[in-house]
């Protein structure tokens, strides 16, 4: 373990459900992140929270809705996804200086 | 546009031999952190080596090393005496302006 928990660890939903990402970190770190993780794609950075305040949303559809109550706690909540949205999604943490990341194990959501 | 190449999508070694993965980058910026992290079958996102731009000397991290050339934008990856542990996808990735940018990795294999 990283310090860095995410839940579940995989995740099955239809196109009409709706769920929630989880994670969870204990290191004293204040900014959190969700990433995507496709297959033969780069990671790409979706959302960055600094001091539960959101400070980047890079063109995420709005079907992927955030929410950060405290600096230790960051959720994904999902809601009418389609297919291509089938993926590894991690989470990050780090400190101010923003000098190392560290990650979860991810949820590997499938969409059916 | 600050982007990072990986452009070995595939690698093998045999067990105890050296390998070189490369990584080029593109950025207008002076200061910025470099890294490789490794994610192996498990999904989890491991700090393998990191580097700040501002420094000459090259990190290293017990058997693994790197080779920064700044002027050339090329951050590469040694690994000595490769493991079976070692086989899982390589990536390298820097931090800029508080964003954490990701190649597209390189699938290693450390073969028996």
């Known amino acids: 373990e990283t310090g860095v928990t995410q839940t579940p660890r995989h995740l099955v939903m239809g196109m009409t459900n709706k769920k929630s990402l989880k994670c969870e970190q204990h290191?004293?770190?204040?900014?959190m992140y969700w990433y995507k993780q496709s297959a033969k794609k780069p990671l790409e950075l979706m959302f960055v929270y600094n001091f539960k305040e959101q400070t980047e949303n890079n063109s995420v559809p709005s079907r992927f809705s955030p929410e950060c109550p405290n600096s230790s706690h960051l959720f994904l909540h999902l809601h009418t996804l389609q297919p291509e949205d089938s993926a590894l999604y991690l989470c990050a943490s780090s400190l101010p200086d923003r000098s190392s990341y560290t990650f979860g194990s991810g949820t590997r959501l499938t969409v059916v | 546009a600050q982007t990072v190449t990986q452009s070995q999508p595939e690698m093998s070694v045999q067990e105890a031999e050296t390998v070189t993965l490369s990584c080029t980058y593109d950025?207008?910026?002076?200061?910025?952190?470099l890294f490789w992290y490794k994610q192996p079958p498990s999904r989890q996102m491991i700090l393998v080596i990191r580097?700040?731009?501002?420094?000459?000397q090259n990190a290293t991290e017990n058997r693994f090393s790197v080779n920064f050339q700044k002027a050339a934008k090329s951050f590469s990856l040694k690994i000595s005496d490769s493991q079976l542990g070692d086989t899982a996808m390589y990536f390298c990735?820097?931090?800029?302006?508080?964003?954490?940018?990701f190649g597209q990795g390189t699938e290693l294999s450390v073969k028996p």
């Open positions: 950025t207008s910026e002076s200061n910025y952190y």
């Open positions: 580097q700040e731009a501002y420094k000459q």
């Open positions: 990735a820097f931090i800029i302006t508080g964003k954490l940018i």
């Open positions: 290191l004293g770190h204040n900014a």
